[in-house]
């Protein structure tokens, strides 16, 4: 084969590989779309279930999500130290910032998220972190710590699929989805004047709908860069073990508190 014929083939075939990537990207963010997510998740009898449980299991249940907030600030700080330089790590950068408060402690979403806990009576007003470090599952700290590992051990791409869009993307519309059923419940009804929202007004609010769209808009940059479908196999292996988590995580919770949901 001539010089211009070979360089003629790896043209084609550069297109050839381009093309099954962009169809590849194309066919998992159909599976991945947020209305699938918002629809799964509405319909999942755990949440619709939230309203009509005693004030002790809901407490109990929701007093756990305060270990998987932290675990997820401190995973996407990993996450950023492994992501290539673009605007992907940039943004998710910018995320772990507002997570921790944008330098005031006091700001930082995992200590929203306690004053949340506080004005429910899930913990006493004060409680220290090391006060509150022993009362994780344990189940639930096997969960997180697989996350950890794999979020340091498994590719860069496996991470951003499982903590980036299986952990920001997915994160919000579960937290929608969750407030809704949450202020349902009799006692959250009786009490929202006094319940300190301000955690749920980020998470379950437009900012967090912005930083899904953002979020991915930089995962589809990067994919495009790379151009290879097995680039977007890898991403959406990562993705689906993020969203199992939190199937896992939820339904743990479930059992051990003893909740009902037929």
Known sequence: MSLTNNAVSDRSDAGSDGNRASDALEAFWARAAISKLEAR????????TLPHL?????RAIVFQYRYFTQAFITD???????????????????LVDEELGEGDPEQAHARLYDRFLESIGAIEPGASPHDLRGSVHPKVRELLADLRDR??????LYAIGMRGLGGECVCGVYFSVMHTHLRRHPFIVENGATIDWKFWDIHAGHADAEHN???REAVAELLRERQQADAVDELARGYDFGTSMWDAFW????????????
């Not at 998740?41 to 619709?48: G, K, S, T, V």
């Not at 979020?151 to 860069?156: D, K, M, Q, R």
């Open 54 to 58: 005693p004030i002790a299991q809901l």
């Open 251 to 262: 339904s743990t919770l479930y059992h051990h508190h003893g909740a009902r949901t037929s």
């Open 76 to 94: 996407l700080a990993l996450l950023v130290s492994r992501c290539p330089e673009g605007r992907l790590r940039s943004l998710l950068g910018q």
């Open 41 to 48: 998740f509405a319909l999942a009898r755990e949440m619709e």
């Open 151 to 156: 979020t340091i051990n498994f590719s860069p």
């Open 213 to 215: 769209h953002l979020v």
